[in-house]
């Protein structure tokens, strides 16, 4: 079983993650979202509408035990379906997406694992859904892998398109090279939004170019995926909410403490095991911050 820990001035509360492999939204969307009722708009799909934000939950139940083939048509159909409800009056564009992954690392065939199928069925289908180019257009996202049944995609959508922001420390995700899969993941480091004066942080790790950095070294890995997100932000200082998720549960402590140190008490940070998109990483981190003043 999962669990998330929310330090907030050093004082940790816990709770778990549904059996199913929900995981709950990030604190910070819960406040934006605030007073929006739920509403099914389909089979598998939930939405909630709040001024001009819209967030949807798309679900493809017991995903976990199909065999590949039948994996990447189902998780295609998904975003297709999301798709369709973002693109239905009053039109909202995506700004993030998180993709909840059930059993992200099993092998595939062909030296492919779970995560890489996802990413070729994800492609084809913001292709269909964003057009010629759509690499320009991508909203920032996370993929993480959990121990339930279903393959979860939740996505923040907003009125006005957000404007992707890529790390100069890193290849753009969408630009990786054959190594890790056949069809690369396809997701901005970062969006801004500037009515709300947000930038929303995608999956950040130990990764320079698209090499993964530091294997086994969890305090070196926390601190490459600091500068990474420094590199976004433009100071840590701007960082005001974090979710970390770590896939080795005694880590859980070094983490929030090396965080906690570099962020100061203004910073808002939830801690939760989960299994990362590449098996030698040891952290990931996504979260909001105030943009730089430069945009």
Avoid at 103 to 112: A, T
Avoid at 185 to 195: G, N, Y
Wanted: contains cysteine.
């Amino acid at each position: 079983m999962s669990v998330m820990s929310h330090l907030r001035l050093g004082r940790p509360v816990r709770r778990a993650i549904g059996a199913n492999g929900q995981l709950p939204w990030p604190r910070w969307l819960k406040e934006m979202m605030r007073g929006s009722a739920r509403q099914v708009a389909e089979a598998g799909i939930t939405l909630w509408d709040q001024a001009d934000l819209r967030a949807v939950r798309a679900r493809a139940p017991r995903a976990r035990h199909l065999p590949p083939a039948e994996f990447q048509a189902v998780a295609a159909e998904l975003y297709g379906r999301l798709a369709s409800v973002l693109s239905a009056r009053p039109r909202r564009h995506a700004v993030r997406l998180w993709n909840f992954i059930p059993d992200i690392h099993r092998p595939c065939g062909d030296g492919m694992d779970r995560y890489m199928v996802f990413n070729v069925a994800r492609h084809a289908a913001c292709r269909r859904w964003l057009g010629d180019g759509f690499e320009q257009c991508l909203p920032t996202a996370s993929g993480i892998g959990h121990d339930g049944e279903d393959l979860v995609i939740d996505a923040l959508a907003a009125a006005d398109p957000g404007e992707p922001v890529e790390n100069p420390r890193q290849i753009p995700a969408y630009r990786y090279s054959r190594r890790y899969g056949p069809r690369p993941p396809c997701f901005a480091r970062a969006t801004v939004l500037p009515r709300h004066g947000l930038m929303l942080i995608g999956g950040t790790a130990s990764v320079v170019g698209q090499d993964s950095e530091h294997p086994g070294d969890l305090a070196a890995q926390i601190h490459e995926t600091l500068a990474n997100l420094s590199a976004l932000s433009g100071d840590l200082r701007r960082l005001t909410d974090l979710r970390v998720f770590h896939p080795r549960a005694e880590d859980a402590g070094p983490i929030g403490r090396t965080i906690g140190a570099a962020l100061g008490a203004g910073a808002r940070i939830e801690l939760m095991r989960a299994e990362l998109c590449r098996r030698e990483l040891l952290v990931e981190i996504e979260g909001v911050a105030r943009p730089p003043a430069h945009g």
